[in-house]
């Protein structure tokens, strides 16, 4: 009796070690506290580094973030906080656009250049010896014609009105061509393409407006040879004198000295004085004798300086005295015991 008593205590003893045993081991299998997790509500600590791009540029990457129960801890009392944190302190470069967040270059910040002034060139104050070499006087193939227009790199010439004048086209043409560049220059005046147009109904011989030069046919088909008269018309194209008050003087005898100064004189117009035109102011001839001498007695640059003072609204009466030291009478007077006595 007394061993079956001890064998029963035994058994039980072993049975209850058994269950302490499995109930140990299924203790160990449990969760941890919730206390050591970190859920979505939690703040995770951001990682130094951002998440590598997708390689997809449509998907915005995000950062990678690590679990830190010390950060939960502190942040599950605020849950709006913890899920705020890693989007308020990450900066994200997508890789759609890489220069969104760029790192300052030499070639993303450059250094602003200094602006240089030019050097002017001899073109701005031109002397009549430099001039008439400033371009070479290109050759006659530099035009070409076709049935109703001959045409150059800077002239044009239409004779649409009268098939007849094709060979005085060409000519002009090529005079055009070989003097625009050298009267620009003497003139100090700006670039200009010149279009002359042949017309049947001119009253003159030619008419200039703008850089649109219009020739009588009636004119040049008795005088196909006065390239002169086209020479003239152009300077009065690089005068540019649109909108200004000038004397009638000025214009038409610039436009004349031009023209003997460029080689153009003839048996009828050259620098003189004459019964038809026997004053400084009376424009062309005389007025072009006046000018040419005060430019080689006083002033080599007369004409481009007194030009600009026209184009620029700046001229008056007292110009030659400022210029010379001496006025346009007194100039005139001199003028008349040398380049200016009348001729007949």
Request: aromatic share 6%; charged share 10%.
């Amino acid at each position: 009796m007394k061993t079956a008593l001890l064998l029963i205590a035994a058994s039980l003893l072993l049975t209850a070690c058994i269950q302490l045993e499995s109930n140990a081991s299924s203790d160990q299998s449990k969760p941890l506290p919730a206390i050591a997790q970190v859920g979505p509500t939690q703040a995770p600590q951001v990682q130094a580094t951002a998440q590598t791009p997708s390689k997809n540029p449509s998907t915005t990457p995000v950062a990678r973030v690590s679990a830190s129960p010390t950060a939960a801890i502190a942040t599950t009392s605020n849950p709006s906080a913890a899920v705020a944190a890693p989007i308020a302190t990450t900066a994200m470069i997508p890789s759609a656009s890489p220069t969104a967040n760029p790192t300052p270059t030499a070639v993303s910040t450059p250094e602003p250049t200094i602006p240089v002034t030019p050097t002017p060139t001899p073109s701005a104050s031109p002397t009549p010896s430099a001039t008439a070499t400033a371009s070479p006087i290109p050759s006659p193939s530099a035009v070409s014609c076709n049935a109703t227009t001959c045409f150059s790199s800077t002239c044009t010439v239409d004779f649409s009105v009268d098939a007849t004048f094709g060979a005085f086209a060409r000519t002009t043409a090529e005079t055009c061509q070989a003097n625009n560049e050298k009267i620009r220059l003497k003139m100090d005046g700006s670039s200009q393409n010149i279009r002359i147009v042949m017309r049947t109904d001119l009253q003159y011989a030619g008419q200039t407006s703008g850089n649109l030069i219009e020739l009588s046919t009636a004119w040049f088909g008795q005088h196909p040879e006065d390239q002169g008269a086209i020479v003239h018309e152009m300077a009065h194209v690089h005068q540019g004198y649109a909108g200004v008050t000038v004397p009638s003087w000025l214009v038409e005898g610039i436009a004349d000295s031009i023209r003997y100064w460029s080689g153009y004189a003839n048996s009828w117009s050259y620098a003189h004085c004459t019964d038809a035109s026997p004053h400084y102011t009376s424009g062309y001839w005389c007025s072009a004798a006046f000018l040419d001498y005060v430019e080689k007695t006083y002033d080599g640059q007369l004409i481009p300086k007194l030009n600009g003072q026209i184009r620029n609204g700046q001229y008056s009466d007292a110009w030659f005295q400022t210029d010379t030291g001496k006025t346009e009478d007194q100039l005139w007077a001199e003028c008349q015991q040398a380049d200016c006595k009348q001729t007949g």
